[in-house]
């Protein structure tokens, strides 16, 4: 199984002007194909230390991917830091600057002097076509390994990946032969290091492998295949999953593309059932997010004014609940003081249930903490109230 590392370029990157999405599309896509990667570095502007990064990357990886830097100015160095890395020569390639030349007429104008620079490449580089940009890209090989030089436009750079790079990658390492297949479950209402403790003999598995992403209110459990086909993945993760399944329980509330809105609001919508948001401190978030798992009937309602206590929110959920005709009642009331609470209510006709939750991590991230907080404790209440008939019998 080939090596790669990403080499992304642009001093705005490291400044922060523009966020870094081609690594995360780069990782995901080729580890879809088999490809293990390795490290993700981003470098400013400067040949040297591009230079440098590639020839240390050539070290310990097949294939070494760069993308931005292609341009036509001065600032975009890439051209001269790979033929740097790869003891060349930049060598002017006629048929590119046709190609450029071409790729102008299209646009509706000529193309300036300092285009030119795009022509030149590595001294035998393999020229990779762009036929939706101005930058030619290329392929320069270094023994069994090779650099890949892309544009840094998304667009661009996602369409020569699939329609050249990949096809080219897989005939020279046969990456058919291996793919990678992660499936990720969700679990809420318990922490990263409990989750950690309960499977921790899962976590030190080889293939597949078990890993822990944390986030506020909500952890990812991903579970990773490597095996010659998609089925054979599968087949190998399938008993992990069932294993954590069947230790995490109903803390996982759902699997890969699966949000806690859209399993919140696939229970009401198979039971018919009318809810009712009340909520507080939250500037109308926690209405968006359930919103967006689309259920069919809901009432909301936003307070201006935070209740004094769980006992006094309880009590206007529970008459919004009343006057409004739902089924289901919720609140949510989120308090940001020197520490970060949030009141949970939840009415149906056969229970009122109420807590406050404290939450310990950073302020910033504490909206989404409680958001996440009130959705699953929303949904462990709603599915045990359906479970036991007591609403939405049909």
């Known amino acids: 199984m080939p090596i790669l590392e990403i080499i992304t370029i642009g001093t705005e990157l490291l400044l922060g ?15 879809d194909h088999g490809i293990d990667i390795y490290r993700i570095t981003t470098i400013g502007d400067n040949p040297s230390r591009i230079a440098t990064a590639i020839r240390e990357a050539l070290t310990r990886s097949d294939i070494v991917i760069t993308t931005g830097g292609l341009g036509p100015t ?57 036929p939706v940009g101005t930058a030619p890209c290329y392929v320069v090989e270094v023994g069994d390994s090779c650099v890949v030089s892309l544009p840094g436009v998304p667009r661009e750079m996602e369409y020569i990946l699939h329609h050249s790079i990949i096809p ?11 793919i990678i297949k992660a499936t990720v479950l969700h679990a809420a209402s318990l922490g990263e290091s409990a989750i950690d403790e309960k499977i921790a003999d899962l976590e030190e598995m080889a293939n597949p492998t078990v890993g822990l992403l944390a986030h506020p209110g909500q952890v990812d459990i991903r579970v990773t295949a490597k095996a010659g086909s998609e089925v054979e993945a599968q087949a190998l993760s399938k008993p992990v999953v069932q294993e954590l399944l069947s230790r995490l329980g109903d803390f996982i509330y759902g699997q890969d593309e699966e949000t806690l809105e859209s399993i919140v609001c696939e229970h009401l919508n198979q039971a018919s059932l009318k809810l009712g948001l009340f909520e507080a401190g939250l500037d109308g978030t926690f209405i968006a997010r359930v919103k967006l798992g689309q259920p069919d009937s809901i009432v909301t309602q936003q307070s201006d004014s935070l209740p004094a206590s769980l006992a006094e929110f309880e009590k206007q959920v ?31 006709a056969a229970k009122t249930r109420s807590k406050t939750r404290k939450y310990g991590g950073p302020t910033g991230y504490g909206p989404l903490w409680a958001q996440n907080v009130g959705l699953d404790f929303l949904r462990r209440e709603m599915i045990a109230d359906i479970q036991d008939q007591k609403i939405g019998e049909s």
């Open 17 to 31: 002007e523009i966020t870094d999405t081609n690594s995360t599309y780069l990782a995901r896509t080729l580890r």
């Open 74 to 130: 001065v600032d975009d160095p890439t051209r001269q830091a790979v033929a740097k890395a790869t003891d060349r020569e930049l060598i002017f390639q006629p048929n590119l600057w046709e190609d450029i030349v071409e790729r102008f007429k299209h646009y509706g104008h000529a193309p300036t002097e300092n285009n030119k620079r795009q022509a030149y490449i590595p001294d035998s580089a393999i020229p990779i076509p762009n």
């Open 318 to 348: 529970t008459d919004y609940c009343t006057q409004n005709g739902c089924d289901i009642g919720f609140g949510t009331a989120l308090i940001i003081h020197e520490n970060v609470t949030v009141h949970l209510v939840y009415k149906s």
């Open 168 to 178: 080219y990658l897989s005939q020279k390492y046969e990456m058919k032969s291996q």
